[in-house]
T-cell receptor
Framework: QKEVEQNSGPLSVPEGAIASLNCTYSDRVSQSFFWYRQYSGKSPELIMSIYSNGDKEDGRFTAQLNKASQYVSLLIRDSQPSDSATYLCAADINQGGKLIFGQGTELSVKP | DAGVIQSPRHEVTEMGQEVTLRCKPISGHDYLFWYRQTMMRGLELLIYFNNNVPIDDSGMPEDRFSAKMPNASFSTLKIQPSEPRDSAVYFC????????????FGPGTRLTVT
């Protein structure tokens, strides 16, 4: 079983809608979780980090963490075509700095 | 802050040649990571350092790959000899334990081995 799993997509949403990206992880020890955005041909860019159960909001982005269910999600409100990218979920599995990345979910926001 | 700096940005070489990729982490960061990304395999961790010491090199594909970090501001990833299957984008990232290990990536080096 992969340690961090995401649906590869593509996930297609209309402009202005809420995009919901999901991620599950296998190791209950994981404490820190991260969402990266990667545009085609570019490097991954950190957009959200979350360490405690519950929601964390930053502008149009909300990260949600449920450690009991081993589930992390990213909500993007008022989606824009510029949000079209691949979103990578990562977990700090061993609490020692090494991140395990999921395969990424491709998001397409249609005008 | 200048961010993570990598060079070269693009490298085209012939099979059998030696390739050296370079990375300068963000000042003050104590972790440095080398990743490789391909369409087939996604983002793979090759090796990472903590305070210039290699911690985990289990992702290094084979002995043709080697990495060094002689000081806190510089690291190299070397491939000798290179093969066409090494063609990929190589990223360097750095993080700081005090920031919950948030990793910041460099722009990457696109390597093509013909």
């Amino acid at each position: 079983q992969k340690e961090v799993e995401q649906n590869s997509g593509p996930l297609s949403v209309p402009e202005g809608a809420i995009a919901s990206l999901n991620c599950t992880y296998s190791d209950r020890v994981s404490q820190s979780f991260f969402w990266y955005r990667q545009y085609s041909g570019k490097s991954p860019e950190l957009i959200m980090s979350i360490y405690s159960n519950g929601d964390k909001e930053d502008g149009r982005f909300t990260a949600q963490l449920n450690k009991a269910s081993q589930y992390v999600s990213l909500l993007i409100r008022d989606s824009q075509p510029s949000d079209s990218a691949t979103y990578l979920c990562a977990a700090d599995i061993n609490q020692g700095g090494k991140l395990i990345f999921g395969q990424g979910t491709e998001l397409s926001v249609k005008p | 802050d200048a961010g993570v700096i990598q060079s070269p940005r693009h490298e085209v070489t012939e099979m059998g040649q030696e390739v050296t990729l370079r990375c300068k982490p963000i000042s003050g960061h104590d972790y440095l990571f080398w990743y490789r990304q391909t369409m087939m395999r996604g983002l793979e961790l090759l090796i990472y350092f903590n305070n210039n010491v290699p911690i985990d090199d289990s992702g290094m594909p084979e002995d043709r790959f080697s990495a060094k970090m002689p000081n806190a501001s510089f690291s190299t990833l070397k491939i000798q000899p290179s093969e066409p299957r090494d063609s990929a984008v190589y990223f360097c990232a750095s993080s700081f334990e005090g920031d919950y290990y948030e990793q910041y990536f460099g722009p990457g080096t696109r390597l093509t081995v013909t």
